[in-house]
C-alpha cells in the first residue's frame, strides 16, 4: 500500500492549511486512516484518524482546530487546519491500515513538512 501526502507548507499563526493523503495498491478496503505527526524531538502523535464508517478521533491538542474526512470512493484522506499555532509545526504522516480495531496503522506515507511561524 502507499500513501501520497500533498499540501504541506509553511503558514503565518491563525492560518489554514488542507493536506491531503491519496491511497493506492491496497487489495482491501482501507478501514482505518489517520494522520500523525512528529515535531523535532519529540515523539509521534495522533492528530486524528477517521474510519470508514466516518467515526472520528482527535488528538487533544487540535480539537475544534483541526477537520478529517475521508472519500472511501477516490481513497483519499483530508486534515483540514484552521488557527494554526507555531506548537502545530511538525511532520504530518498519512497513516493507514486495513483492520480495525487498532491503535495504528501499519501503512505510513512519506511525510509533509508544515511550518507555523509567528
Known amino acids: 500500500v502507499q500513501l501520497v501526502e500533498s499540501g504541506g507548507g509553511n503558514v503565518q499563526a491563525g492560518g489554514s492549511l488542507r493536506l491531503s493523503c491519496v491511497a493506492s495498491g491496497n487489495r482491501f478496503t482501507l478501514m482505518y486512516m489517520g494522520w500523525w505527526r512528529q515535531a523535532p524531538g519529540k515523539q509521534r502523535e495522533l492528530v486524528a484518524s477517521?474510519?470508514?464508517?466516518?467515526?472520528?478521533k482527535y488528538g487533544e491538542s487540535v480539537k475544534g482546530r483541526f477537520s478529517v474526512s475521508r472519500d472511501n470512493t477516490q481513497k483519499t484522506v483530508t486534515l483540514q487546519m484552521d488557527s494554526l499555532q507555531p506548537s502545530d509545526t511538525a511532520v504530518y504522516y498519512c497513516?493507514?491500515?486495513?483492520?480495525?480495531?487498532?491503535?495504528?496503522?501499519?501503512?505510513w506515507g512519506q511525510g509533509t513538512l508544515v511550518t507555523v511561524s509567528s
Open positions: 497513516n493507514a491500515n486495513d483492520t480495525i480495531p487498532v491503535e495504528v496503522g501499519a501503512y
Open positions: 477517521i474510519l470508514y464508517g466516518g467515526t472520528t
